[in-house]
């Protein structure tokens, strides 16, 4: 399973959802992860819903994302 964006993504926005999805996905705090799918929702909203940014409520920085490939 990948990761892949659909288009041109926006760096600052790309480095918010991508810490968050890992930290989501696993975990290093002996935490059990969510699945990729469950994380990568997580991550978009937690990129849409930023209070620094308001802008990124726009899909241009949080909706190119999608999980390619067959579930584990």
Not at 21 to 50: C, I, K, M, S
Request: hydrophobic share 40%; net charge negative; glycine share 6%.
């Amino acid at each position: 399973r990948s990761l892949c964006s659909l288009w041109k993504v926006d760096d600052e926005a790309t480095q918010a959802l991508m810490i968050k999805f890992y930290e989501l996905w696993n975990p290093t705090d002996g935490r059990e992860g969510l699945g990729a799918a469950a994380a990568l929702e997580q991550a978009q909203e937690y990129v849409r819903d930023h209070p620094d940014h308001p802008e990124w409520k726009h899909p241009y920085y949080w909706a190119a994302w999608v999980l390619w490939g067959l579930p584990r």
